[in-house]
């Protein structure tokens, strides 16, 4: 092969590998600034119930921080939640599909976007006692054992019994602007579900750079008939501390948010999740 053509086609080969991997991603200030809910009819009652959760989608969103929703000040801010949105839009989620009877247009379910200006987030966030995560958002590579009875596996890109927690993985680092990679089923070789759960962060990480990602987020999950749902254990090292937390009793969906949740928390510089 003629040299300029091997050196050409491994340029092709850098960008692509460099556009695949993003391990880090910038987040610009119209995705930052704004939320979407899913509300039912554009009438003003779900219009004022979808403020109030556009509120608490932009703030976490903004912020990273998760426990903003717990404090008391968010009582009355949620009551004039309406007053914080600079713009707002609907997208009828059933567009297409000719109204009848049974659905009339009060009952559509509509995404509501909302836009914020950022000096209004930013004051909200200030009287707080937080401020915005701006910048990059790390990409994260997800080292995952699943067991539920004698179904055991290691989730990778590849793993055909993982496709629906992929798809669920990735819908949870959307409202965090966010996102995941998974390692192919070779980087998992020399890991078991035990090593997952007890592996030094560093040597995860260093895979997690392999995977694409900037860091790696380590759980396991385990099916338990008594709490009628998942429990699930994470750990992520930042600035050479590990944390671990755990949620109980979920479904594999909440199971995420609660990692992607427990994530933002500690990357935005606003401790344990």
Not at 44 to 73: A, T
Not at 103 to 126: E, F, I, M, N
Not at 234 to 260: C, M, N, P
């Amino acid at each position: 092969m003629p040299g300029f053509l091997r050196a050409a086609l491994l340029t092709i080969g850098l960008i692509i590998f460099g556009l695949a991997s993003r391990p880090a991603v910038a987040v610009t200030t119209d995705e930052l600034y704004q939320s979407q809910t899913i509300v039912t009819g554009q009438g003003e009652v779900n219009c004022q119930i979808g403020f109030r959760d556009g509120l608490d989608r932009v703030l976490i969103r903004d912020s990273g921080d998760q426990r903003l929703l717990e404090k008391p000040e968010m009582a009355a801010l949620r009551d004039k939640a309406g007053s914080f949105v600079d713009s707002f839009r609907y997208h009828d989620r059933l567009e297409g599909i000719p109204i009848h009877d049974e659905q009339g247009t009060h009952d559509r379910p509509h995404d509501l976007t909302c836009l914020y200006k950022p000096a209004t987030v930013d004051k909200l966030l200030a009287s707080l006692g937080s401020k915005p995560w701006l910048g990059e958002r790390p990409t994260l590579a997800v080292f995952l054992a699943t067991e539920q009875g004698a179904r055991h596996f290691v989730l990778s890109v590849e793993e055909e019994r993982g496709k629906t927690m992929r798809e669920s993985f990735a819908n949870a680092t959307d409202p965090l602007l966010m996102h995941v990679v998974f390692p192919k089923a070779a980087q998992l070789a020399d890991l078991n579900e035990n090593a997952l759960r007890t592996d030094d962060m560093a040597r995860l990480d260093l895979l997690a750079k392999q995977a694409g990602g900037a860091q790696a987020l380590a759980g396991s999950i385990v099916w338990s008939d008594k709490e009628l749902g998942w429990i699930a254990d994470w750990r992520l090292a930042d600035h050479g501390k590990t944390y671990r937390w755990q949620v109980r009793g979920v479904s594999f969906d909440e199971a995420f948010r609660v990692a992607i949740g427990g994530a933002a928390q500690i990357l935005s510089g606003n401790g344990r999740p």
